[in-house]
């Protein structure tokens, strides 16, 4: 029987399983070494988008699924909050599925009588709200501008003039990008607070987060990400006296490492990159 680490509650967030990039073999590590009575996934749980342009579904991807299921018959709530990824789930707001009860947001109470917003996140993503064409078209438009740069730059020099700089344009896409990620944490943390509650829980943007937001607009409102299992690995969890904390889950999972496999075996990782993942 492997050792498992007791938590009041338990929060992921974006596996984008059916997705390449998916780490969801970690994911399922980490829940196997945790327990809970409550277990929320925060969206983005099975990139849909993803698997409607091509069906990928390895092992691990049902090992993840199965792992799930498993703390079902074991006595832990799970609520599925579908994101932008799942979106074809909010349709089903209401129901269960194997136990997992679908809903489009909840208040968690902890255990120091602090109630979050419990959310994907998306709603605070002006971009992926009014148009998630446009955002689709943002990564293939990204692409195609990198091998656009190369020929601009060939003819830009054939007339004799100094080259464009991509990497000066990608730095000020990073700007802008730290802008978006101040604004989407203010957006959702004043959501919260105009609905009287102490803070916020969400994904979504892949950054893993545990801070007091000091905005004006929210001020002392609690800003909780539970951040991804694409690059980061990371969940967030809450201690018997409250106490909210990020955890690594490779990191987690390392203490757990003479224990014998699961019950099935992974297949060796892909030799190939995976494709990048965007909220
Ligand atoms: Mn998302």
Request: aromatic fraction near 8%.
């Amino acid at each position: 029987m492997p050792t498992k680490v007791p938590y009041r509650a338990v929060f992921l967030s974006d596996v984008h399983l059916g997705s390449s990039a998916s780490r969801a073999d970690d994911a399922a590590d980490f829940l196997k070494h945790i327990e809970t009575p409550t277990l929320y996934l925060l969206g983005d749980i099975i990139d849909m988008w993803r698997l409607r342009s091509r069906w990928h579904w390895p092992e691990p991807h049902n090992r993840f699924v199965r792992r799930v299921l498993k703390m079902v018959k074991h006595g832990t709530r799970v609520l599925f909050i579908p994101g932008n990824h799942d979106d074809p789930a909010r349709e089903y707001v209401g129901l269960a599925f194997g136990g997992v009860e679908i809903v489009r947001e909840a208040v968690h109470q902890t255990a120091d009588g602090r109630r979050l917003l419990v959310v994907h996140g998306d709603e605070a993503d002006a971009v992926v709200r009014h148009s998630r064409f446009l955002s689709m078209l943002g990564g293939v438009a990204y692409e195609k501008l990198v091998l656009a740069n190369h020929w601009t730059n060939r003819i830009r020099r054939s007339m004799g003039l100094r080259p464009w700089s991509l990497s000066m344009a990608i730095k000020s896409k990073v700007k802008r990008a730290c802008k978006f990620v101040a604004c989407f944490e203010e957006t959702l943390a004043t959501a919260a607070a105009e609905r009287g509650l102490d803070g916020v829980i969400c994904g979504h943007i892949h950054k893993a987060e545990a801070r007091t937001t000091t905005s004006p607009h929210a001020p002392r409102v609690e800003y909780y990400n539970c951040g991804d299992w694409v690059e980061s690995c990371t969940a967030l969890v809450e201690h018997d006296d409250g106490t909210m904390r990020v955890l690594q889950g490779r990191t987690f999972v390392e203490q757990f490492a003479d224990e014998p496999a699961d019950e099935t075996t992974a297949p060796p990782r892909p030799l190939s990159p995976p494709t990048p993942t965007r909220p």
